[in-house]
Every structure is written in structure tokens, then in C-alpha cells.
């Protein structure tokens, strides 16, 4: 993805300056907020490796499945709500809808809506699950 392509988690930042730096590993997404979209972005862009190393180790999938499932159709992305996950914070929920294009009913959208729960171990935001 070019670094000044509009980020795929439509934050109105370009990947380069937010989501991509995350997924080079260089900086740590430093809210349970950033570590979603940076997650979602991850899904568009079929990041496995990133997708893995953000999940909480108890809750995780194989990198193998995770690679195996390729990049997700995914056309938009609405934060609803987020409860705590803020800098100082051990534990966040971030509920949200992602769009994509249906597999099964060209032209129509599907959405999916969770409330994701996220836990910092070692000073990281990680993903536990849905909840």
C-alpha cells in the first residue's frame, strides 16, 4: 500500500502516518481504539502476521488459519462506542460495525457488529475477543 493512500480504517489519516506504522512494528498502537483500526486495516490488507502478534495468546489463532483466510472485502468501518482503553488503562471495549460486499447476494452490504475486548500486557494493547 503506498504511505499517502488513505488509511483503510478511514481515520482521514494516510496508512503511513496511521495504521502503517503500526504494522511495521516500529510504534505500538497507544489506545484499545488504535489497535482496532490498526486491525481492521489489517483484515483489508491480509496482514496475518500483524493480525497474530495483536492477539492476545490465550484467545489466538493459528498464524497458518489466519493466513489461510486472506484479506477480508471490507468497505467501511464506524466506531460506535469505546469504554476505557485509553493510554493509562489495563483493559478497553471498543464496539463497532464493519461493511464489506456480500459474498452470497451481489450489490448487497453485510455488517458485522461487535463490542471487541482488549487487555495491555507488557505495556500492548492486544486483542481477547468478542464479547
Known sequence: MNNNTPCPCQSSLSYALCC??????KLHAPTAEALMRSRYTAY???????LYRSW???TRPSLVSLRESGPLDLIGLTIISTMAGGEKDSKGMVEFVASSKSTSTPGEIEQHKEKSLFVRVK?????IDAI
Not at 20 to 25: E, F, I, M, W
Not at 123 to 127: A, F, G, K, T
Open 20 to 25: 502503517g506504522r503500526y504494522h511495521k512494528g
Open 44 to 50: 483489508v490488507l491480509g496482514d496475518a502476521q500483524y
Open 56 to 58: 492476545h495468546e490465550s
Open 123 to 127: 505495556n500492548r494493547w492486544v486483542y
